[in-house]
């Protein structure tokens, strides 16, 4: 496993991180059942990754109590980044508060759930829809960190102007947001506006701050790992409908794109996903990738893909590509 740190974390991160989403439960992302996917978490532990990124809207508490099973034993192993703001009420329908009498209370929630007393990273899930102003939030984090209940404060989906106005306040060491091979200045995610762009944006101040940035979504939602083809048709349940990009013609202008990527000559016999994790690896702003990983296949899968190391040139090659046909 390779490592990487940075100024703001006094922590060694691993370059593959684990992505607790599809912790949620079974049928939330695939039919795989909790004992696996503590499995999967054991796996990943012994194969040197200590990076795992939850929420607890990941169903609704569960994917906490997952990973709790998961790291039993071994917390000294392991760096836990959990999140807040994305509370749910008792219809099980989530929503957005990031108000400090929230924060207070969703911490709390967090540390029961994962049977640990701090957690090393607390981030805001989403800024707010609701006008909290940022200051509120921000000040409540202030103190959960202060309390000992979170080492470090972070940021997810916020814009780099946001970030510096929550620095006035209280050191932030991470940012988190969307980013890809294929969406490197996305502007939506599920049809939610972003008011970022990571590589514009976000990645100039991840070198100007030493900052540690994770990005979610590595594999765009499955069209990374090639099993999205141009007949695909998705469920009527399934989230992917509502992703313009995954859709008819945009649709087919990613796998073009995809087409020509793989046919570079240092990827020739290389598969998409060791593309695309090799690909956010290679970027030195980024710190860990969040992948979801069910099975401990799937994760012994990720470790070999780093067998080998992307070179600049094709990194450059790549974002020449994506830029050129996709903006």
């Known amino acids: 496993m390779k490592y990487k740190k940075v100024d703001k974390i006094d922590y060694e991160f691993s370059v593959l991180g684990f992505g607790c989403w599809g912790a949620s439960g079974s049928g939330s992302w695939s039919d795989h059942g909790d004992q696996e996917q503590v499995r ?9 990754i200590n990076f795992f990124d939850v929420a607890p809207v990941y169903g609704l508490g569960h994917a906490e109590e997952v990973l709790a099973q998961g790291i039993k034993g071994k917390r000294d192993k392991v760096f836990i980044a959990t999140k807040v703001g994305l509370p749910w009420n008792n219809k099980f329908e989530a929503y957005n508060d990031v108000s400090a009498i929230n924060i207070a209370r969703e911490i709390d929630d967090s540390l029961r759930r994962l049977d640990v007393d701090y957690v090393d990273l607390y981030q805001v899930h989403w800024p707010s829809d609701k006008g909290v102003p940022l200051e509120e939030t921000i000040e409540a984090m202030k103190r959960v960190q202060e309390s000992g209940k979170a080492r470090y404060l972070g940021l997810s989906n916020y814009s780099a102007a946001d970030y510096r106005k929550a620095c006035e306040i209280t050191e932030i060491a991470s940012m988190q947001g969307l980013f890809n091979m294929m ?50 048709v998705f469920g009527s349940n399934d989230v992917r409908i509502n992703n313009p990009k995954l859709q008819g013609a945009e649709r087919l202008k990613h796998l073009d794109v995809l087409d020509q990527i793989r046919n570079l000559e240092p990827l020739k016999g290389k598969s998409l996903p060791e593309i695309a994790v090799n690909y956010l690896v290679a970027k030195k702003e980024v710190t860990s990738v969040i992948a979801t990983q069910a099975t401990s296949d799937e994760v012994l899968a990720n470790v070999n893909a780093l067998e080998w190391q992307m070179d600049d040139e094709t990194v450059s090659s790549i974002d020449a590509l994506v830029q050129e046909k996709l903006g």
């Open 40 to 48: 999967a978490i054991e796996t990943a532990i012994d194969q040197g």
């Open 183 to 232: 969406e490197q200045n996305a502007d939506a995610y599920h049809n939610i506006p972003l008011q970022y762009r990571v590589s514009d944006e976000i990645f100039p101040l991840v070198r100007e701050e030493g900052l540690a940035f994770f990005p979610y979504s590595p594999l765009f939602q499955g069209l990374l790992t090639g099993k999205i083809t141009r007949e695909t």
